[in-house]
């Protein structure tokens, strides 16, 4: 079964900038639908930028178009999301998903398999 692990959070000032990463194991990321999505404290969790299987479609949440990019390594069987300008709005706990229908069907309920998340932090 594909399990996924994301890496790359941290600690970073408003500004900033970070790289997640979702490595993939157990499958293939070129047969899912991957998405990033974001829980912060007390809020529910909201998609973020999804990526199709080809890799040649994507889509963003509309407070982080402009300042996220996701993409995505076939060779390295992961997947990554570039964040630039983050902001303190930005602080959540990121994960990563895969679903195996068809893009852009990257909602919380669509997607099969999740990462266990990666906490990305951006003081005020």
């Known amino acids: 079964q594909l399990q996924l692990v994301e890496s790359g959070g941290g600690l970073v000032q408003p500004g900033g900038s970070l790289r997640l990463s979702c490595a993939a194991s157990?499958?293939?990321?070129?047969?899912?639908?991957i998405g990033w999505f974001r829980q912060a404290p007390g809020k529910e969790r909201e998609g973020v930028s999804c990526i199709s299987m080809s890799g040649s479609d994507t889509n963003y949440v509309d407070s982080v178009k402009g300042r996220f990019t996701i993409s995505k390594d076939s060779h390295e069987n992961t997947v990554y999301l570039q964040m630039n300008s983050l902001k303190p709005e930005d602080t959540a706990v990121y994960y990563c998903a895969a679903a195996q229908g068809s893009f852009p069907y990257c909602a919380v309920n669509d997607m099969d398999r999740w990462g266990k998340g990666t906490l990305v932090i951006v003081p005020s």
């Open positions: 157990g499958g293939i990321v070129d047969y899912y639908v």
